[in-house]
T-cell receptor
């Protein structure tokens, strides 16, 4: 198994600013993903964080809005850029060696005013 | 993207009752997972089913993968208040590169 931590756990931000969320895994993992979730609802995949190369984004998500870094096999960051109230959500990272076994972080709760 | 339909969306029952949550798709998945999520936390993996027709039991929880690997069910026997949470099914797409999540079932077990 893997233990995943995220920072910050929550934040309140002003529109037009950017926030970088950090995801740290306690062991090396092959795959890392970033998701968005409204409370009580399903998870929407934002992108696959690729180690040493550009992230792979899902339809509706672009690198300019959600730049992602993954410098090694245990760490990734997601930046939410030029935020608007519509970006208010829970942002989750996950990690694992295979898609069918993913461990999730506790999430970052973002409120944009 | 392969789609997963999960039902019911909301379920409120009394302690001791049984319940079943369904996860259906028109697509074949390589595997299917069930997660449980509590408020303020990330989803926690309960089980992975891989083989068509597979049945796995985890204490009072029974998970089944359909023969055609397009659907799955989660059955909870004698539900307890501690079972309250958001239950999510997720399928590994046949491309093997990511998970697709169902819409989730918010379960409330009343004492």
């Amino acid at each position: 198994s893997a233990v995943i931590s995220q920072k910050p756990s929550r934040d309140i931000c002003q529109r037009g600013t950017s926030l970088t969320i950090q995801c740290q895994v306690d062991s090396q993992v092959t795959m890392m993903f970033w998701y968005r979730q409204q409370p009580g609802q399903s998870l929407t995949l934002i992108a696959t964080a690729n180690q040493g190369s550009e992230a792979t984004y899902e339809s509706g998500f672009v690198i300019d809005k959600f730049p992602i870094s993954r410098p090694n096999l245990t760490f990734s960051t997601l930046t939410v850029s030029n935020m608007s109230p519509e970006d208010s959500s829970i942002y989750l990272c996950s990690g694992g060696h295979v898609p069918e076994t993913q461990y999730f972080g506790p999430g970052t709760r973002l409120l944009v005013l | 993207t392969q789609l997963l339909e999960q039902s019911p969306q909301f379920l409120s029952i009394q302690e001791g009752e049984n319940l079943t949550v369904y996860c259906n798709s028109s697509s074949v998945f390589s595997s299917l997972q069930w997660y449980r999520q509590e408020p303020g936390e990330g989803p926690v993996l309960l089980v992975t089913v891989v083989t068509g027709g597979e049945v796995k039991k985890l204490k009072r929880l029974t998970f089944q993968f359909g023969d055609a690997r397009k659907d799955s069910s989660l059955h909870i026997t004698a539900a307890q208040p501690g079972d309250t949470g958001l239950y999510l099914c997720a399928g590994e797409e046949t491309s093997g590169s990511r998970l697709t999540f169902g819409e989730g079932t918010q379960l409330t077990v009343n004492p």
